[in-house]
């Protein structure tokens, strides 16, 4: 097994680990995996990052960051008026 170490366009580095095998009639097999897989079904934005890191986790883009932002906005936006209305009625 070979450990690789990739980088994004921000210079933020992934680890992945590759194996390779041959199998029956000549076959060669390629297994590329990572520590974690994150799947976000939620259809919220994430940002991720690795305790006691400085930075995000590779492969996470400015928009990423963008959207995060206008969705906390909106989010705590939305409550902070429902709020003001029942504290002044």
């Known amino acids: 097994m070979a450990r690789l170490k990739l980088v994004d366009t921000q210079k933020r580095p992934l680890y992945l680990n590759a194996r390779v095998s041959r199998g029956d009639g000549g076959t060669i097999t390629v297994r590329i995996s990572c520590q974690y897989w994150i799947v ?48 002044f009625l």
């Open 40 to 87: 976000n079904k939620s259809g919220l934005p994430l940002m991720i990052k690795q305790e006691g890191a400085s930075g995000d986790a590779a492969g996470q883009f400015q928009e990423h960051e963008v959207r995060f932002a206008n969705f906390l906005h909106n989010h705590y936006y939305s409550k902070l008026k429902i709020l003001r209305s029942l504290i």
